[in-house]
């Protein structure tokens, strides 16, 4: 058990308060001796602040909050880590919960993670939050705490931070069209979803741009998760498409999985390009071009963010940063 502050005082002959002084590195006129010493104490009995006790003083609890929809999910797993990792630099505590992309899931989390007092919350929203956007607009708008929508965002002013998704289905189909393929299918999630939607504009601009006209058929909706990309690839081989734009890595995986039960080959018979670059490691024998979300860069632009608004004395504006993807090519 470590020290107290009380008794770390106690040894050094000296007021609790010149302990907090120094611990603290906060401006004093405490000699150096005595700061030393005060600090020697600490160190050797192992102490540690009680963050509880400083929350009641400071008004802050060092913890932020992280809302995601599927901890499953490549994408957010890796999202959750890199905002661990660096708001923990700053000696901040990350609770990470699920929402399993439900937005009842969403409106509960919001209010427990309020309740355990967060100083700020990072949100990644459910697909079913795109269905009650004006709802989910006033609750957030009345928030005591600062927060940042990431990847997925609404329209509406708040901070965000995100990738530019019509660019990112642009370049891959764009690719499958510069190989040579004009019956391209796309595997999108449902149409709800302004992720979704804008991967879906950025393959017909591809596809427009080459005079192609897109049979109803070739665009399959699925969900962001292997099943869906599964049951997908029944959908497929019923189309006479030569080539597949898969808009996330997950339903990659569903539809590949698929494929090898069909003794389908890819990418002899298909061609795929998948979304957020995310494969290369666990795929053996196949390699699959794929858009690339730096999804480092959005945690750590996110951070920023968010840290900007912790640090801020009075309300700011709130900031909106896009970010570009890139096609990486295998």
């Known amino acids: 058990m470590s020290i107290t502050l009380k008794e770390i005082a106690k040894q050094a002959g000296v007021s609790p308060s010149s302990v907090s002084l120094v611990l603290n590195k906060k401006p004093n006129r405490i000699s150096k001796q005595t700061s ?28 932020l909050g992280l809302i995601i929809p599927d901890i499953e999910n490549l994408f ?23 929402s399993n992309d439900s937005y009842e899931e969403d409106g509960l989390l919001i209010d427990l993670l309020i309740s355990r007092g967060i100083d700020g919350l990072f949100l990644v929203i459910s697909n079913e939050a795109y269905l009650h956007q004006e709802e989910l607009e006033g609750k957030l708008t009345h928030l005591p705490v600062p927060f940042v929508m990431i990847d997925r965002v609404m329209d509406f002013t708040c901070n965000k931070v995100y990738f530019d998704n019509v660019t990112g289905s642009y370049l891959a189909t764009n690719y499958l069209l510069e190989q040579g393929h004009r019956r391209i299918s796309c595997i ?10 804008s991967r879906i504009n ?36 019923k189309t006479d498409c030569t080539a597949i734009f898969v808009s996330n890595d997950m339903m990659a995986l569903g539809l590949l999985k698929k494929f090898m039960e069909c003794g389908v080959r890819v990418p002899e018979d ?4 998948s979304y ?27 951070w920023k963010v968010l840290q900007s608004c912790l640090q801020a004395k009075e309300d700011m504006d709130s900031q909106e940063i896009c970010l570009l993807p890139k096609l990486i090519i295998r």
């Open 76 to 98: 957010f797993s890796k999202l959750a880590k890199t905002l661990e990792m660096e708001v923990r630099k700053k000696g901040y505590a990350l609770v990470i919960v699920n």
């Open 276 to 302: 957020d670059n995310l494969l290369s490691d666990f795929l053996f024998g196949i390699k699959i071009s794929s858009v690339d979300q730096d999804i480092k860069e959005l945690g750590m632009r996110s």
């Open 270 to 273: 298909y061609m795929i390009v």
């Open 36 to 63: 030393d010493l005060i600090r020697k104490i600490a160190q050797e009995n192992k102490y540690r602040p009680n963050v509880v006790a400083q929350s009641l003083v400071t008004r802050q609890t060092k913890t």
């Open 188 to 197: 999108c999630n449902t149409y709800i979803s302004n992720n979704a939607l």
């Open 202 to 237: 950025g393959y017909r601009m591809a596809m427009e741009e080459y005079g192609i006209k897109v049979p109803k058929e070739y665009i399959i909706p699925a969900n962001y998760r292997m099943e869906g990309g599964y049951q997908a690839g029944e959908q497929i081989m």
